[in-house]
């Protein structure tokens, strides 16, 4: 791509309108980690910048998130006994998710499932609504979303009129902003300046900010003691996990606007070194984020140098604009906050909860449940938990439709025709394999499949179609053999190949398999199960024509439902 002065001009339009849209929410994030003001615009320089220079998605806007700020308040009211715990703790995520890109793994944190991501993020949009109710009545944000609901009947009896009024207008505008006006001036900025404003010339007992020392970052980071390290792992990897889904979501939606594709383990790489900077000058960690990335799209950013650009803004303004910052009302941050917790908020599912499947509903409530009232930590744990045991059940209702258990006439499929003595008599059963077979239909083959094996004298395996077999699954393919040689029926292997030969015979599961009894077609099994039966005679033209259907099931020839039988 030949970078011109067109290029430029769309990357500085687009830097500049998203320093703009998320400066607001950037002091609002800060102040809603704990950790102030000033750390919300020095994460947002610090992860923007490095994450545009090294991370894997060409105009992603990043800083800190509602996610992350939540996150971070569990941190420093739960883990960290000092602000300088807190950003160590900062690093140690950074440093994990550097780790988590280097190992090229960041592709499968995208696969977090969506009823997983769904709940948490409704979890967290709860979370920062019920948090910043205290400063919407006038009070002071504590530090988890069940102290604020305890602390509410107080805040209540002692409402302060001018912050209630100051935050009812911030939410509003920034609800209701015309969208044509939103080009000019966001939602958000146009919410801070309102109530700002308010505030300053009429409602002055709103409490504000107050005193921001705002100017350039300095080294923040003190080294703690080495067992605070092994306790900051956990609560370091929720973060880096955190941002890392966090990130690569928002990578996801800015491929699909601009038709590229991001580098995901890249990403995570450059996630993680700006949130190692941000904690080294205290800074709140930060992820991609949507809003920001979505408005520099649209302003005409489309390079690294565009999230760059943003993060130089950033700083030019917080070095000359400490002193207006603190007249802002906290309501004003709560108003703007709760209008990003709404949207946070997966409505789309919500809205439509009465028609999902009932596994994907108990994991996706599981996980805000435990989001807000427990942690973010076993949220996380017990969502994946979930969602591997939803995921589990589906797989096994399709995999145990892809198995053939049928037996075989001898009239058909040897082609005896009229020379068969019973035109009923089935000495030949089939089982046939199609698609993959893990873990999840393991347990159910065998009673599906057992006494199936024990009534035929000979047992054709067919492997033709099969795709993978994990190790659980060929387990029980090796009871199934056990259970026929201890019936003396023989077995017949057929189109056995490629890794599920291999991990078949890594587990010796063959080895009750006589030499010669494994071939690659049904009718080279046909004829080793003529031997063995001793069978003798041409296929007439009309058995013939019906071998093409043998291996099919169907109710006429008495075959074995694995959905029935298990």
């Given amino acids: 791509m030949t970078y011109d002065l067109k290029t430029l001009r769309g990357d500085l339009f687009g830097g500049i309108t998203a320093t703009v849209v998320v400066f607001p929410a950037a002091l609002a994030f800060g102040m809603a980690s704990g950790l102030g003001a000033a750390a919300g615009i020095y994460g947002s320089i610090a992860v923007g910048f490095f994450a545009a220079v090294f991370g894997g998605t060409r105009c992603q806007i990043s800083g800190p998130t ?9 941190i420093v009211a739960s883990h960290a006994s000092t602000i300088a715990e807190a950003l160590m703790i900062v690093v140690l995520g950074g440093l994990l998710q550097v780790l988590l890109g280097l190992t090229r793994i960041g592709r499968y944190v995208a696969y977090t499932p969506q009823a997983v991501i769904s709940g948490f993020m409704s979890g967290i949009g709860i979370i920062i ?8 009545l006038g ?5 988890g979303p069940l102290d604020s609901v305890k602390a509410l009947p107080a805040a209540i009896a002692n409402v302060n009129l001018s912050a209630l009024a100051i935050a009812a207008l911030s939410l509003a505008i920034a609800t209701l902003w015309p969208l044509r006006l939103a080009a000019w ?9 309102v109530g700002t404003l308010l505030g300053v010339f009429w409602l002055h007992d709103a409490p504000v900010i107050g005193h921001v020392p705002i100017g350039v970052p300095t080294f923040a980071l003190e080294m703690p003691q080495p067992s605070f390290l092994l306790h900051a792992l956990e609560p370091a990897l929720i973060l880096a996990l955190l941002g890392s889904v966090d990130s690569l979501l928002t990578s996801l939606i800015a491929d699909s606007v601009t038709g590229t594709k991001h580098d995901p383990n890249r990403e995570l790489v450059g996630q993680g ?14 992820a991609g984020n949507t809003l920001g990335t979505l408005t520099n799209i649209r302003a005409g950013g489309t390079t690294r140098a565009s999230g760059a650009i943003y993060a130089v803004v950033m700083l030019v303004l917080v070095l000359g604009l400490g002193r207006f910052v603190e007249p802002i009302p906290h309501a004003v941050l709560a108003g703007v906050l709760i209008k990003i917790a709404v949207d946070i908020i997966d409505w789309r599912i919500l809205a439509c909860i009465h028609r999902i ?12 449940v435990i989001t807000v009232f427990i942690d973010l930590v076993t ?4 969502g994946l938990i979930a969602a591997g045991m939803a995921h589990a059940r589906q797989l096994e209702r399709l995999e145990l439709d892809n198995v053939v258990s049928t037996p075989l006439l001898d009239s058909t499929f040897f082609g005896l025709g009229e020379e068969a003595g019973d035109p009923y008599a089935a000495r030949t059963g089939l089982v046939a394999l199609k698609g993959v077979f893990t873990v999840a239909s393991s347990h159910r083959l065998v009673g599906a499949y057992g006494v199936d094996i024990r009534s035929h004298e000979v047992v054709i395996f067919d492997f033709s179609d099969t795709v993978h077999v994990d190790e659980s699954a060929a387990m029980v393919i090796d009871q199934l ?23 078949l015979n890594a587990l010796s599961v063959l080895r009750h398999v006589p030499e010669g009894r494994t071939v690659q077609t049904l009718d080279e099994a046909r004829e080793v199960a003529k031997d063995l039966l001793g069978v003798n005679g041409k296929p007439s033209a009309t058995a013939a024509a019906g071998n093409e259907d043998a291996p099919r099931r169907g109710p006429s020839t008495g075959e074995a439902s694995p959905t029935s039988d298990a």
Avoid: C, W, Y
């Avoid at 259970?483 to 291999?502: N, Q």
């Fill in 66 to 74: 509602g996610p992350m700020a939540v996150a971070m308040a569990v």
């Fill in 129 to 136: 609504i019920l948090i910043q109710l205290l400063p919407v």
């Fill in 139 to 143: 009070g002071s944000a504590l530090g």
């Fill in 185 to 193: 001036v966001p939602g958000p900025v146009a919410a801070l300046l």
């Fill in 273 to 286: 070194v700006g949130n190692m900077v941000a904690g080294m000058f205290g800074g709140l960690a930060g």
């Fill in 357 to 368: 499947s009932p596994a994907h509903l108990v994991v996706m409530l599981t996980t805000l």
């Fill in 379 to 382: 949220a996380v744990t017990f």
């Fill in 481 to 503: 053999m056990e259970v026929a040689k201890s019936a003396g029926t023989e077995l017949i292997i057929v189109g056995l190949s490629g890794p599920v030969r291999d991990t």
